[in-house]
């Protein structure tokens, strides 16, 4: 028999949805100490993290917050929540408002012809109980595999390739089976290229992708007296950063999503920014190959992590949402009631509702 290999072994460990997390492995950079530990590394920040004009509000609470880095994986940075509470949900509210609508294109457009109004408000809205086939029959052409695992993924939905399937279902349902939005450079999850044309990547989601990526450009490891040599991080200009494609992911609590390594890009040598909204999660970061041990770190909500250097092309993968884990600033019914946003995508509990049992992942990647 053909041996597991060993970031299979970890999903496998930590993907038990029977057993309750067990934390006792997982690095949380945010209770090392300020030194450092063994395997991880504080990083003092070179530049500053800076409100981007077209935002009407400041999303960072400070200019240089703390960053960490891992032994075993260079290149890999992580920031623990810098991000105001306003700010992460302004991202839920761009992730699950603007981002899903066409023509960008979703885990369910083979499905479903969805609305140029977004899912979550139609969902949202006074209309949510009406069946989405009233403003959404569609033909059900072909299953393009999400690469969010879901065990629990409607079975009706699963139809042999080829046929032609009339099915409708209430909006409510189908953002429940939300699972990825591609932005910018349509990525093909059959083809593995960016071949389904291009939409507009948000403007404001891109200034702040690139506030993010200016700030991890070259920084320094904190004063440490262990002898020891570590690589330089993140060389990459982070000016000369622009979000040419993103996907963002929707977990449910039973979620996961398996390991692999983004290679579609031309540009390895710029960051791929990714962000964490909602519920926590257990993230392995492996190596070149599967062989390599994974590390397991708990990622929580409005945690930045950057695949940078050799990590760029490292296996990656998420086997367990945290269930009860998202923070009071956005599960808190009237949290965003004043937000400088909310005229704009009113109703706060409705991401309320579902930022208390879900994860949000946004990442952006630079393709050339
Ligand atoms: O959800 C995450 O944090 C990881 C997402 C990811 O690996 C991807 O979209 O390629």
Known sequence: MQQQTAFRRAEKKHKAQHQLPNLSDVIDVSAIDASDGAAVRRLCLTHDMCQ????????????????????????????????????????ARKCLCDCTRPPNHTNLDPFFDLPSQSLFSLASGPTNNKPAGALTRVEAQHMVASRVQSDSIDPSVSKPKGKIYMQSAPAADLLERLRWCTLGQQYNWTTKEY???????????????????????????????????????????????????????????????????????ESMDAPLISLSIGLSCIYLIGGPTRDTEPTPLLLRSGDILAMCGDSRLAFHGVPRVLSDTAPECLTLPNAGDNDSVAARYPNWHNFATYLSTHRINCNARKCM
């Open 195 to 265: 071949d389904l044309g291009t939409s507009v990547f948000d403007c404001e989601l891109n200034a702040l992708m690139r506030s993010i990526a200016e700030a991890i450009t070259n920084p320094a490891y904190a004063a440490c007296n262990r002898s020891e040599d570590w690589p330089p991080i993140n060389k990459y200009e982070g000016s000369e950063f622009v979000s040419q494609a993103g996907i963002i992911n929707y977990y449910h609590e039973r979620a996961s999503m398996a390991g692999h390594v983004d290679k579609t890009e």
């Open 52 to 91: 981007p004009s077209v935002l009407p509000f400041q999303p960072f609470c400070q200019d240089r917050p703390p960053a960490y880095t891992l032994r075993d994986h260079p290149g890999l940075i992580v920031i623990p929540n810098p991000f105001t509470a306003e700010a992460q949900r302004w991202i």
